[in-house]
T-cell receptor, first 115, second 115 residues
């Protein structure tokens, strides 16, 4: 089955420290991977994607993600966290076969950045 | 401004009373989709539409209907709402099929409570 796992419900980090939000996936072919962010009372916003090419993908607001095929992971990272980064983050993978018309989302990770 | 507009933002209703949540996008996107967001479950797809007059079921279509008579509009209809449909609903659109090179654009959500 195709799936995405975000093993941490919440990640706490101090402002200025590096942050990592974890994501692992399971798909039958080459994955198309995405990160979205949700601020309170708002819809999800696209951050970045991996389709092919360089394993390190850069996105909006200084975020980047590293694709690791052997570990089937796509962790979201930022070198220096800001309080304004506090939000709910979703990893997603494109479905394969009969499910190519959908994104499969993880359950989300709440990032809390303390001042 | 390019956007996906959902209405209403908040809706409280009673069991069995038909309701419609509207969704409109101004980006000439072909693909539109409805998701529901529930704690611990992430986002689950209800229905999607690849283009006008083309709709298909997602993962949790029971109790919902959709229509796509115009490219810009994709209303979600609950013919006989039940309490288990209490949730946060998101409409999303993209230029082409979800998960391709074009990201999903989300509305700000509709919080539905069914008593």
């Amino acid at each position: 089955a195709q799936s995405v796992a975000q093993p941490e419900d919440q990640v706490n980090v101090a402002e200025g420290n590096p942050l990592t939000v974890k994501c692992t996936y399971s798909v039958s072919g080459n994955p198309y991977l995405f990160w979205y962010v949700q601020y309170p009372n708002r819809g999800l916003q696209f951050l970045l994607k991996y389709i092919t090419g360089d394993n390190l993908v850069k996105g909006s607001y200084g975020f980047e993600a590293e694709f690791n095929k052997s570990q089937t992971s796509f962790h979201l990272k930022k070198p220096s966290a800001l309080v304004s980064d506090s939000a709910l983050y979703f990893c997603a993978v494109r479905g394969y076969g009969g499910a190519t018309n959908k994104l499969i989302f993880g359950t989300g990770t709440l990032l809390a950045v303390q001042p | 401004e390019a956007q996906v507009t959902q209405n209403p933002r908040y809706l409280i209703t009673v069991t069995g009373k038909k309701l419609t949540v509207t969704c409109s996008q101004n980006m000439n996107h072909e693909y539109m989709s409805w998701y529901r967001q529930d704690p611990g479950l992430g986002l689950r797809q209800i229905y999607y539409s690849m283009n006008v007059e083309v709709t298909d079921k997602g993962d949790v279509p029971e109790g919902y209907k959709v229509s796509r008579k115009e490219k810009r509009n994709f209303p979600l209809i609950l013919e006989s709402p039940s309490p288990n449909q209490t949730s946060l609903y998101f409409c999303a659109s993209s230029l082409s099929v979800a998960g391709g090179n074009s990201p999903l654009h989300f509305g700000n959500g509709t919080r539905l409570t069914v008593t």
